[in-house]
């Protein structure tokens, strides 16, 4: 991006997503290639950040905001309410506001700040080692300039895919936003059935892990279907054939199915409850005035 080593970040709220984002900023461009201020209101917090990164941890969000072109947003859905009522008055037309935070739509975002520039992002959990996949939108009222800032900063935790309809985020993060569970699941579950079948626990996790990592990647660079890898390795009356059997009869895709649909209503519902609470305040604003 042009420009892009010259960003100004202003990071509210730092948990573990944002740390993330610091650490491949830095990464990438090392020190003094931007600015970094990140917000946190426990001290213990800020100093470790301080010392880890030697960026400015500060207590007030409002002091990461000044001056920066890009705010990050990644605070608890349940606190985001009063944050944006905090922070929407420091924002100038030029910032553009990246929002992380599970269920908060771009209409959530513009009406509890008061601000038009606004990108709606799902990152996942392999973004703490930069292989994660970000989903996001932006407003309309978004430049191209302040789309490029949002697209750098998510390219620090790894991949990411621009859409023009903000409903795939919300479709993002019932599959890969959430989807990392589903994996640790199903990973739990077959290193349990290796020690049960005999295997030291610790063995049985490295032959579960390097075989759904391997199995992923190749995958991914095939660029064959999935049914067509399994039908692949599936040899009749093998024990390929015999393990599938069992997994339909166990109905393990309709499962699959039903979480990833209860994760997208949970996703829904609490999109419907920011947005409700976003419009109380905007509506308290008005009568007060």
């Known amino acids: 991006m042009s420009g892009e080593k010259q960003m100004r970040v202003g990071i509210v709220g730092t948990g573990v997503m944002a740390e993330a984002m610091i650490g491949g900023l830095l990464a990438d461009h090392g020190d003094g290639g931007h600015r970094l201020v990140a917000s946190h209101p426990r001290e213990e917090r800020r100093s470790y950040l301080a010392a880890t990164y030697a960026v400015e941890a500060v207590a007030r969000n409002v002091d990461a905001v000044q001056g920066a072109e890009i705010v990050v947003l990644a605070v608890k859905p349940q606190m985001l309410a009063g944050v944006m009522r905090e922070l929407g008055p420091a ?53 191209p300039r302040q789309q490029d800032l949002a697209r750098a900063v998510l390219l620090t935790l790894g991949e990411e895919r621009q859409v023009a309809d903000e409903e795939f985020v919300a479709m993002a993060t019932a599959l890969s936003g959430t989807g990392p569970t589903y994996l640790f699941a199903v990973m739990e579950a077959l290193v349990d059935a290796g020690v049960h079948l005999g295997f030291p626990r610790e063995l049985a996790h490295d032959l579960v ?68 609470e976003a419009d109380r305040d905007v509506g308290d604003s008005l009568r007060e005035g």
């Open 209 to 276: 892990a390097s075989t759904l990592v391997g199995s992923s990647e190749y995958a991914a660079g095939s660029g064959l279907h999935p049914a067509q890898l399994r039908n692949a390795v599936t040899s009749p009356g093998g024990t390929s054939a015999a393990a599938i059997y069992e997994l339909e009869k166990g109905r393990l895709r309709t499962v699959l199915s039903d979480a990833v649909w209860a994760a997208y209503r949970r996703t829904q519902e609490l999109g419907a409850r920011l947005e409700a």
């Open 91 to 143: 924002l100038g037309p030029e910032q553009v506001v990246l929002s992380i935070v599970a269920g908060a739509t771009l209409r959530t975002l513009r009406r509890g700040l008061g601000h038009e520039a606004v990108v709606r992002a799902m990152p996942n959990t392999p973004s703490q080692i930069r292989r994660g996949i970000t989903v996001w939108a932006a407003s309309d009222a978004c430049t």
